[in-house]
T-cell receptor, first 113, second 110 residues
Framework: NAGVTQTPKFQVLKTGQSMTLQCAQD?????MYWYRQDPGMGLRLIYY???????DKGEVPNGYNVSRLNKREFSLRLESAAPSQTSVYFC????????????FGQGTRLTVV | GQSLEQPSEVTAVEGAIVQINCTYQ??????LSWYQQHDGGAPTFLSY????GLEETGRFSSFLSRSDSYGYLLLQELQMKDSASYFC???????????FGTGTLLAVQP
């Protein structure tokens, strides 16, 4: 049982380049999330998908787009990367219900130079 | 909007007890959960409080008071491996998003 799988694990981009972070879960969870974590800071929600075909902005959505391709996959796209987007990105998923146990991927360490 | 506040750092010695507090503001609150994150790793789930009171899971306990919009994580018999960041989290608001607190870095000293 793989849980939540994120790719890539590491990435270096030049300012202005674009890339897509991939996330897939095999737990049949409805809700999926993208967070960013900066040094010494908490997890800030970028985008959220409550179910297939729906997405919603989080706390810091500017500069990002998402796509909930199907129930398993939720991708995050940076159209024109900026140094301020240097961060660690985590994908997570939760099952339906009030219990907020989230399962996380191993993270993507992104550096924009 | 939603916000969860925690102390930024806590230091304690091995074998001691430490309490990490979390105060929150959110509409449509469903409950408070806690996560542990070791340096360089992904957060992992520790506990969840749907109702007021204390939930115990081994050395870790978590408490919630809805009337005070407050909760805490209690770690007993501290071990060096407990050195990590701890986050409270809540689902709430119109769209039921999962929002995390600012995080508390716990340093356990010998």
């Amino acid at each position: 049982n793989a849980g939540v799988t994120q790719t890539p694990k590491f990435q270096v981009l030049k300012t202005g380049q674009s890339m897509t972070l991939q996330c897939a879960q095999d737990m049949n969870h409805n809700s999926m999330y993208w967070y960013r974590q900066d040094p010494g800071m908490g997890l800030r929600l970028i985008y959220y998908s409550a179910s297939e075909g729906t997405t919603d902005k989080g706390e810091v959505p500017n500069g990002y787009n998402v796509s909930r391709l199907n129930k398993r996959e939720f991708s995050l796209r940076l159209e024109s990367a900026a140094p301020s987007q240097t961060s660690v990105y985590f994908c997570a998923s939760t099952r339906p219900g009030a219990n907020t146990e989230a399962f996380f991927g191993q993270g993507t360490r992104l550096t924009v130079v | 909007g939603q916000s969860l506040e925690q102390p930024s750092e806590v230091t304690a010695v091995e074998g001691a007890i430490v309490q990490i507090n979390c105060t929150y503001q959110t509409s449509g609150f469903y409950g408070l959960s806690w996560y542990q994150q070791h340096d360089g790793g992904a957060p992992t789930f520790l506990s969840y409080n749907a109702l007021d009171g204390l939930e115990e899971t081994g050395r870790f306990s978590s408490f919630l008071s809805r009337s005070d919009s407050y909760g805490y994580l209690l770690l007993q018999e501290l071990q060096m491996k407990d050195s990590a960041s701890y986050f409270c989290a809540a689902r709430g608001g119109a769209t039921n998003k999962l929002i995390f607190g600012t995080g508390t870095l716990l340093a356990v000293q010998p």
